[in-house]
Protein backbone atom coordinates (compact mmCIF):
# COMPACT_ATOMS: atom_id res chain seq x y z
CA UNK A 1 0.00 0.00 0.00
CA UNK A 2 1.19 3.56 -0.89
CA UNK A 3 2.15 6.29 1.80
CA UNK A 4 -0.55 8.57 0.27
CA UNK A 5 -2.57 6.06 0.74
CA UNK A 6 -2.37 4.55 3.66
CA UNK A 7 -2.13 8.20 5.51
CA UNK A 8 -5.61 8.78 3.30
CA UNK A 9 -6.97 6.30 5.44
CA UNK A 10 -5.49 6.56 8.72
CA UNK A 11 -7.12 10.19 8.53
CA UNK A 12 -10.46 9.18 7.83
CA UNK A 13 -9.78 5.95 11.12
CA UNK A 14 -9.26 9.19 12.87
CA UNK A 15 -12.44 11.61 11.80
CA UNK A 16 -14.35 8.10 12.92
CA UNK A 17 -12.70 7.76 15.64
CA UNK A 18 -13.07 11.31 16.84
CA UNK A 19 -17.01 11.24 16.02
CA UNK A 20 -17.25 7.90 18.10
CA UNK A 21 -15.98 9.55 21.06
CA UNK A 22 -17.80 12.90 20.76
CA UNK A 23 -21.01 10.74 20.52
CA UNK A 24 -19.96 9.47 23.65
CA UNK A 25 -19.24 12.24 25.63
CA UNK A 26 -15.61 12.01 25.19
CA UNK A 27 -14.57 15.27 23.29
CA UNK A 28 -11.32 14.80 21.73
CA UNK A 29 -9.87 17.79 20.33
CA UNK A 30 -8.24 17.38 16.59
CA UNK A 31 -4.76 18.50 16.14
CA UNK A 32 -3.66 21.06 13.64
CA UNK A 33 -3.36 19.96 9.91
CA UNK A 34 -0.23 19.59 8.20
CA UNK A 35 -1.64 21.10 5.15
CA UNK A 36 0.77 20.06 2.37
CA UNK A 37 1.75 16.51 3.39
CA UNK A 38 -2.53 15.58 3.99
CA UNK A 39 -3.06 17.35 0.31
CA UNK A 40 -0.42 15.62 -1.34
CA UNK A 41 -1.82 12.44 0.14
CA UNK A 42 -5.50 13.46 -0.47
CA UNK A 43 -4.97 13.73 -4.42
CA UNK A 44 -2.60 11.48 -4.28
CA UNK A 45 -5.20 8.92 -2.83
CA UNK A 46 -7.96 10.38 -5.89
CA UNK A 47 -5.27 9.26 -8.37
CA UNK A 48 -3.44 12.61 -9.21
CA UNK A 49 0.02 12.31 -10.13
CA UNK A 50 2.11 14.25 -7.43
CA UNK A 51 1.33 18.06 -7.10
CA UNK A 52 3.16 20.64 -8.48
CA UNK A 53 2.78 23.54 -5.74
CA UNK A 54 2.54 27.57 -7.04
CA UNK A 55 5.94 29.36 -7.31
CA UNK A 56 5.47 32.67 -8.73
CA UNK A 57 8.80 34.71 -10.64
CA UNK A 58 7.31 37.51 -9.26
CA UNK A 59 7.31 39.11 -5.61
CA UNK A 60 3.58 39.87 -5.08
CA UNK A 61 3.06 43.76 -4.95
CA UNK A 62 2.70 45.85 -2.20
CA UNK A 63 -0.33 48.47 -1.93
CA UNK A 64 -0.57 50.40 1.35
CA UNK A 65 -3.58 51.90 2.18
CA UNK A 66 -4.33 54.82 1.29
CA UNK A 67 -6.71 55.99 4.24
CA UNK A 68 -6.88 54.60 7.69
CA UNK A 69 -9.28 51.27 7.91
CA UNK A 70 -11.65 53.59 9.63
CA UNK A 71 -12.59 55.30 6.48
CA UNK A 72 -12.17 52.22 4.14
CA UNK A 73 -15.05 50.15 2.63
CA UNK A 74 -13.56 46.72 3.43
CA UNK A 75 -14.33 43.43 1.15
CA UNK A 76 -14.24 39.97 2.41
CA UNK A 77 -13.57 36.34 0.58
CA UNK A 78 -13.48 33.52 2.59
CA UNK A 79 -11.95 29.79 1.08
CA UNK A 80 -13.72 27.61 3.25
CA UNK A 81 -16.74 26.56 0.41
CA UNK A 82 -19.27 28.55 2.83
CA UNK A 83 -22.94 29.44 1.13
CA UNK A 84 -26.06 30.67 1.90
CA UNK A 85 -29.48 28.76 1.98
CA UNK A 86 -31.15 28.59 -1.06
CA UNK A 87 -27.86 28.72 -2.83
CA UNK A 88 -25.93 26.05 -4.66
CA UNK A 89 -23.34 24.35 -2.10
CA UNK A 90 -20.12 23.77 -3.68
CA UNK A 91 -18.86 20.34 -4.93
CA UNK A 92 -15.96 18.64 -3.68
CA UNK A 93 -13.71 18.24 -7.40
CA UNK A 94 -11.87 21.38 -8.48
CA UNK A 95 -15.19 23.90 -8.30
CA UNK A 96 -13.59 27.22 -9.23
CA UNK A 97 -16.83 28.73 -9.20
CA UNK A 98 -17.61 31.68 -6.28
CA UNK A 99 -20.72 32.71 -4.31
CA UNK A 100 -22.04 36.50 -3.46
CA UNK A 101 -23.36 36.48 0.11
CA UNK A 102 -25.49 39.59 0.70
CA UNK A 103 -23.97 41.05 3.83
CA UNK A 104 -27.52 41.73 5.62
CA UNK A 105 -27.65 37.50 5.75
CA UNK A 106 -28.49 36.08 9.16
CA UNK A 107 -25.68 33.73 9.85
CA UNK A 108 -28.70 30.84 10.73
CA UNK A 109 -29.20 31.15 6.76
CA UNK A 110 -25.09 30.28 6.20
CA UNK A 111 -23.99 26.67 4.86
CA UNK A 112 -20.36 25.53 4.69
CA UNK A 113 -19.19 21.87 2.88
CA UNK A 114 -15.66 21.39 2.05
CA UNK A 115 -13.61 18.00 2.39
CA UNK A 116 -10.13 19.47 3.49
CA UNK A 117 -11.05 20.31 6.99
CA UNK A 118 -13.27 19.06 9.61
CA UNK A 119 -16.96 21.18 9.46
CA UNK A 120 -17.80 20.25 12.71
CA UNK A 121 -17.02 23.69 14.44
CA UNK A 122 -17.76 25.47 10.90
CA UNK A 123 -21.59 23.65 11.81
CA UNK A 124 -21.49 25.14 14.98
CA UNK A 125 -20.68 28.63 14.57
CA UNK A 126 -20.37 29.34 10.98
CA UNK A 127 -18.22 32.82 12.12
CA UNK A 128 -15.31 30.38 12.70
CA UNK A 129 -14.21 30.38 9.44
CA UNK A 130 -16.52 33.59 7.74
CA UNK A 131 -16.01 35.84 10.77
CA UNK A 132 -18.96 38.10 9.34
CA UNK A 133 -20.43 38.78 13.04
CA UNK A 134 -16.66 40.00 13.79
CA UNK A 135 -16.63 42.47 10.36
CA UNK A 136 -20.02 43.76 11.34
CA UNK A 137 -19.40 44.83 14.95
CA UNK A 138 -15.72 46.31 13.56
CA UNK A 139 -18.40 48.37 11.60
CA UNK A 140 -20.48 49.35 14.49
CA UNK A 141 -17.01 49.89 16.65
CA UNK A 142 -16.49 52.48 13.57
CA UNK A 143 -12.76 50.20 13.17
CA UNK A 144 -14.03 49.89 9.37
CA UNK A 145 -16.36 52.30 7.71
CA UNK A 146 -18.41 49.90 5.65
CA UNK A 147 -18.32 46.79 4.34
CA UNK A 148 -18.92 45.86 0.71
CA UNK A 149 -22.86 44.70 -0.75
CA UNK A 150 -21.71 40.72 -0.88
CA UNK A 151 -18.67 38.89 1.05
CA UNK A 152 -17.29 36.41 -1.64
CA UNK A 153 -16.64 32.68 -0.88
CA UNK A 154 -15.00 29.84 -3.02
CA UNK A 155 -13.34 26.14 -2.31
CA UNK A 156 -10.16 26.24 -1.06
CA UNK A 157 -7.87 23.24 -2.08
CA UNK A 158 -8.71 23.79 -5.76
CA UNK A 159 -5.79 21.32 -7.50
CA UNK A 160 -5.88 23.04 -10.75
CA UNK A 161 -3.56 26.28 -10.80
CA UNK A 162 -4.52 27.01 -13.91
CA UNK A 163 -8.22 27.04 -13.72
CA UNK A 164 -8.19 28.98 -10.34
CA UNK A 165 -6.00 31.85 -12.35
CA UNK A 166 -8.02 31.19 -15.67
CA UNK A 167 -11.73 30.72 -14.28
CA UNK A 168 -11.91 31.75 -10.52
CA UNK A 169 -9.45 35.26 -10.21
CA UNK A 170 -10.92 37.47 -13.26
CA UNK A 171 -14.35 37.56 -11.72
CA UNK A 172 -13.94 38.18 -8.45
CA UNK A 173 -11.51 40.81 -9.31
CA UNK A 174 -14.48 42.26 -11.38
CA UNK A 175 -16.50 42.39 -8.81
CA UNK A 176 -14.36 43.62 -6.16
CA UNK A 177 -13.90 46.46 -8.45
CA UNK A 178 -17.66 46.92 -9.54
CA UNK A 179 -18.16 46.92 -5.46
CA UNK A 180 -15.32 49.75 -5.11
CA UNK A 181 -13.52 48.16 -2.04
CA UNK A 182 -10.80 49.76 -0.53
CA UNK A 183 -9.32 46.60 1.09
CA UNK A 184 -10.02 43.02 0.67
CA UNK A 185 -9.71 40.43 3.52
CA UNK A 186 -8.74 37.30 2.45
CA UNK A 187 -10.00 34.27 5.40
CA UNK A 188 -8.09 30.95 4.10
CA UNK A 189 -9.18 28.31 5.53
Known amino acids: MSEALTRVITEQLFLQTRETNMSSGLQKRQPPVDYIPRITAQ ?36 TG ?34 FAYDL ?6 INVVFPIEALKSMVEEKKIAEL ?32 ELDVVLLVPV
Open 81 to 114: GIYASGQTAFHFKDDTSYRAIPNSVETAELRATH
Open 148 to 179: GPNSYTLMGGIYSTRRVVEDLIPPLVQRVLDD
Open 43 to 78: YAGLGYGEYRWLASETEPAWTPLKKPLSKCRLGFIA
Open 120 to 125: TDARKD
